[in-house]
């Protein structure tokens, strides 16, 4: 990790920060609805859709989007990119924030959820030939692992701490950590690439419920090479966001470069969802299947549109224009998530789904919490890089 | 079960069936069973193998007029636990001429001497139609015709029950042009009750049920206009079909042995009598096979309960249909579940409204920020 990552520092009760904690607040509140009254009370979810919006956007885009860890380490680790380092605590936070709430959301998605303890304990039941077994193994095993790597900054701080208990841990932990850190981040790099292939497979499994236009085989691999895209465009919104608002010079060059990569894979990606439904005669339906042909080129449009602006010098120079591009990305993999875990899947006839408010609320509530943690990580732990004087606003 | 034969025809109880060959359970087993089959409680069936085990079989006077037997080659047929061995421990069954080791004049004497025993109690079952022309010659049995065996049989009989459609309105004898006035029961008998129950043959279970509630309580189940029990002929083929989903789908067979045909599609179309055919096959195994009747094989219902169609339609013509879709008030085939809220969906307009908002706001303001600091630089 770098040694140059410094806290923010700065009040953190500021106005925006009890906003989203009066946000947080009602979601506990419809939260503790959900546990008395039950799922069916406070969701749209039936038997036709078991999974509604909190498994399509807590879980599956919320780990997307927390991603941003597992993207830059590649770049970092496996492609040897020494020059994105100071990317990785942000981002690797960011994936650990998305994935513990991920992990929550489950908790209060699954009806009987006094039993999720046994998924990791209860080996002797487990089906080996399960896709969500395997999801929920690797993505609890994953939120272990991220928070290991967010140890060194909690550790740092504790080690200029006041408590000589918590001083006395650091010190002998940290080296322990830092030497063993090597295999931790070889496991980080395992596990995303096996589950968030995973959330691809388990809906491949859902078979003709699953419109042609996103049945495939390929679902897995779709599923990876989005995420990848998706975690760049996530590391560029955040970083510009958090220079933003905390007044710190803006990374473009940086994000730029990551930017033109995140194109590349892009492009990758249109490339084998083209060729795939080419190849599947299934390309015709991309006219014909009403409103899901719709949100099918709507898929496409956002990605084409943020892989060109990515692939353009001049964006790429302006945080601005980047950020917009980011933003296309982030929409475009959301979609093609929602639409493959809910707008495309019929379970049959007479079903039908929308997120109830509850639920809405919930979900939002979440997104406050994750944004209340990250505020409060990056002001009192070492998280962002480079101890610039504050940038002059114009 | 096999050896049910050996079982006194009178007398012992319950318990005592299991020194004959038929093990009480067995023989309670096979009551309940054949009373389940015709619609009646089990506690009815306990009550017939109580009742037969007293020796209260009633006495069956059987006629055989102008018929083929199949009637009663498919009562003997009922595969179900040596149901045809139980029919004969049930009732006591004194005159039949299929199944009679008697002939001539000790035939002629059993059935005297039945009718003087039983007088007024016993069961008298008719098969086949009766010729009315020139006398009623054209039908004799000791060179008396059928006309004069059934009045005399039926006078002194506690019940009358018309069994197949031959007995019940002429059957195919009756068809034009009826050569020897062939008749039904009924139309001889009038002004008694003449239970009918008619088909080509009838499901046996259907006989068994009138029969049997007669030996054990003495009563008649309700009856339709035409004399059919209302337990077996109460609601039409189409009702219960197994194809009726078919038909609610608008898919048909169109030829023998076209794709549909093969499938399985509704036989309306090639002439199926069902919609307007009063029986229970749709629901009450012929003989308790499953899929062994007309529809079943792939063949259109003939229509074999009704005077007005069997020997009337053609085979291949199709019948009005009174009620082409089920009613309103019938469930739908997907009903719906689950609904979409309009608070929902405008709160989650105004949350996606609002975040896309944000996003254009913030990257305009970077926009801005970005071109003031390079005129500065």
Request: charged share 15%; with cysteine; aromatic share 10%.
């Amino acid at each position: 990790m770098t040694d140059h990552a410094v806290p923010v520092g700065g009040p953190i009760l500021t106005r925006p920060f009890k906003w989203l904690m009066a946000i947080f607040g009602l979601g506990v509140l419809l939260l503790i609805w959900r546990f008395l009254a039950g799922l069916g009370a406070t969701t749209a979810l039936n038997d036709g859709y078991p999974w509604g919006l909190w498994i399509a956007f807590d879980v599956v885009t919320g780990t997307a989007l927390g991603c941003g860890g597992y993207a830059v380490a590649i770049l970092v680790y496996i492609l040897n990119k020494g020059k994105y380092h100071s990317l990785v605590r942000p981002a690797i936070l960011t994936s650990a924030l998305g994935y513990s709430l991920a992990a929550f959301a489950i908790v209060f998605d699954v009806g009987r959820y006094w039993y999720i303890y046994r998924i990791p304990l209860h080996f002797w039941q487990w089906n080996l030939n399960s896709a969500l077994l395997e999801v929920a193994l690797c993505v609890m095993a994953y939120v272990f692992v991220l928070w290991i790597e967010m140890a060194p900054p909690i550790l740092e701080v504790m080690q200029e701490g006041s408590s000589p208990f918590f001083r006395r841990l650091a010190q002998t932990t940290l080296p322990i950590l830092n030497k063993s850190m090597v295999f931790i981040v070889a496991l980080a790099l395992l596990l995303p690439t096996m589950h968030q292939s995973s959330l691809g497979t388990v809906m491949m499994l859902a078979g003709q419920k699953l419109n042609p236009l996103w049945q495939t085989p390929f679902l897995p691999l779709l599923f990876l090479v989005s995420v990848v895209g998706m975690g760049y465009a996530v590391v560029v919104f955040e970083s510009t966001l958090s220079s933003f608002f905390l007044k710190r010079p803006y990374e473009t060059e940086m994000l730029g470069s990551l930017a033109k990569i995140m194109a590349y894979i892009t492009i990758g990606f249109l490339a084998i969802r083209l060729l795939d439904l080419l190849y599947r005669g299934a390309f015709g339906l991309a006219f014909t299947s009403g409103w899901l042909s719709f949100f099918f080129w709507l898929e496409i449009v956002l990605f084409v549109a943020s892989a060109a602006m990515a692939l353009s010098p001049a964006v790429r120079a302006n945080p601005g224009r980047l950020f917009q591009m980011a933003m296309l990305m982030l929409i475009a993999g959301g979609l093609y998530r929602f639409d493959t875990y809910l707008v495309a899947f019929n379970p049959g006839p007479g079903w039908s789904y929308f997120p109830a408010v509850p639920e809405l609320f919930i979900t939002i509530g979440i997104v406050a919490l994750e944004i209340m943690i990250y505020i409060v990580f990056i002001k009192r732990f070492p998280i962002l890089g480079g101890a610039s004087p504050a940038r002059s606003r114009a | 079960m096999g050896k049910a034969r050996g079982f006194p025809i009178s007398g012992g109880s319950v318990s005592d069936k299991e020194a004959s060959g038929v093990g009480r359970r067995d023989f309670l087993k096979a009551c309940t069973m054949a009373a389940a089959a015709v619609g009646l409680s089990a506690s009815v069936g306990k009550a017939w193998a109580e009742a037969a085990a007293k020796g209260l079989k009633p006495s069956v006077i059987w006629l055989h007029f102008q018929e083929c037997t199949g009637c009663t080659e498919s009562l003997l047929r009922t595969s179900h636990p040596a149901v045809a061995e139980l029919i004969l421990d049930l009732i006591s069954l004194d005159y039949h001429e299929t199944l009679f080791a008697a002939a001539g004049h000790q035939a002629e004497d059993a059935l005297k001497s039945a009718m003087e025993k039983g007088a007024g109690k016993y069961i008298c079952v008719v098969e086949g139609g009766i010729p009315t022309k020139d006398g009623g010659i054209y039908c004799q049995i000791a060179g008396r015709t059928a006309l004069d065996m059934l009045k005399e049989v039926a006078d002194k009989a506690g019940a009358i029950i018309a069994i197949g459609s031959c007995a019940s309105w002429g059957g195919i004898q009756s068809a034009d042009p009826n050569p020897t006035g062939a008749k039904g029961a009924p139309q001889i008998l009038e002004g008694k009750t003449v239970v009918t129950v008619p088909g080509c043959p009838p499901n046996p279970y259907n006989f068994l049920g009138v029969a049997l509630q007669y030996a054990t309580f003495g009563t008649l189940p309700a009856l339709d206009k035409l004399g059919r029990p209302m337990f077996g002929y109460g609601r039409v083929i189409h009702e219960d079909c197994p194809r009726r989903p078919h038909f609610d789908a608008g898919r048909f067979v169109q030829q023998f042995g076209d794709e549909g045909h093969r499938l399985g599609y509704c036989l309306y179309k090639m002439g199926c009598k069902g919609p307007v055919t009063h029986a229970n096959c749709s629901i009450q195994d012929f003989g308790e096979i499953p899929g062994i009747w007309p529809v079943g094989i792939g063949h259109p219902c003939v229509g074999c309960t009704e005077q007005a169609i069997l020997w009337q339609l053609p085979i291949a013509a199709t019948v009005e249909i009174e009620h082409p879709t089920p009613p309103a008030l019938y469930p739908p085939i997907s009903p719906e579940h689950g609904g979409v809220s309009p608070v929902a969906t405008g709160v989650a307009g105004l949350v996606g409204g609002a975040l896309i908002g944000a996003g254009i706001m913030a990257s305009k303001k970077l926009m801005a920020e970005d071109k003031a600091t390079t005129k500065e630089e």
